[in-house]
T-cell receptor
Framework: SQKIEQNSEALNIQEGKTATLTCNYTNYSPAYLQWYRQDPGRGPVFLLLIRENEKEKRKERLKVTFDTTLKQSLFHITASQPADSATYLCALEGYSTLTFGKGTMLLVSP | GAVVSQHPSWVICKSGTSVKIECRSLDFQATTMFWYRQFPKQSLMLMATSNEGSKATYEQGVEKDKFLINHASLTLSTLTVTSAHPEDSSFYIC??????????????FGPGTRLTVL
């Protein structure tokens, strides 16, 4: 069956460091993958979309990689700030719908 | 751009009553809207997909007679939880995909509605 795995344990890092979050999937061949940010009690906010034929995408301090052979996406936040603390969700496209992972909570301490 | 609103943001109701949640795309036309449910520390679970002017498509295990979805216009979809029970308490989130200055590949999410059934 299809499965999306994100690290369930919170990632604690210090301000200024690079945060790296992982999304692994099985039994999928998505045309694209998306990353969202979700704050407590709020809906997800779209961050980045990367297509299957793209290896890397950047937006300001964010970078996403997509390895369709490894079936993995990495999400990086460089020069992290306490305001980056949130839960980050990866989502895979399939048949015009999105399937979400459970998300990884990122905590950036000053 | 690409703002989606939901109303109400939270609602508390008695068991057995019905609750309606509205989802609106404020600055674009939503050709497709999605309804999700999220339990604490869980991922968003897709409940149904609705296209404007047609019946919603429900995911397996979601009762269409209990969760009534209407997508009557390109800017409004409603979810009605009929005869709500405590196990229906959850965070309900809508999203929209559309046209008119927005990416057609991206779902834009509303802020969510917290439903508590007593």
């Amino acid at each position: 069956s299809q499965k999306i795995e994100q690290n369930s344990e919170a990632l604690n890092i210090q301000e200024g460091k690079t945060a790296t979050l992982t999304c692994n999937y099985t039994n999928y061949s998505p045309a694209y993958l998306q990353w969202y940010r979700q704050d407590p009690g709020r809906g997800p906010v779209f961050l980045l979309l990367i297509r299957e034929n793209e290896k890397e995408k950047r937006k300001e301090r964010l970078k996403v990689t997509f390895d369709t052979t490894l079936k993995q996406s990495l999400f990086h936040i460089t020069a992290s700030q306490p305001a980056d603390s949130a839960t980050y969700l990866c989502a895979l496209e399939g048949y015009s719908t999105l399937t979400f992972g459970k998300g990884t909570m990122l905590l950036v301490s000053p | 751009g690409a703002v989606v609103s939901q109303h109400p943001s939270w609602v508390i109701c008695k068991s057995g009553t019905s609750v309606k949640i509205e989802c609106r795309s404020l600055d674009f036309q939503a050709t497709t809207m999605f309804w999700y449910r999220q339990f604490p520390k869980q991922s968003l679970m897709l409940m149904a997909t609705s296209n404007e002017g047609s019946k919603a498509t429900y995911e397996q295990g979601v009762e269409k007679d209990k969760f009534l979805i209407n997508h009557a216009s390109l800017t409004l979809s409603t979810l009605t939880v009929t005869s709500a029970h405590p196990e229906d308490s959850s965070f309900y989130i809508c999203s929209a995909v559309g046209r008119g200055g927005v990416s057609t590949d991206t779902q834009y999410f509303g802020p969510g509605t917290r439903l508590t059934v007593l």
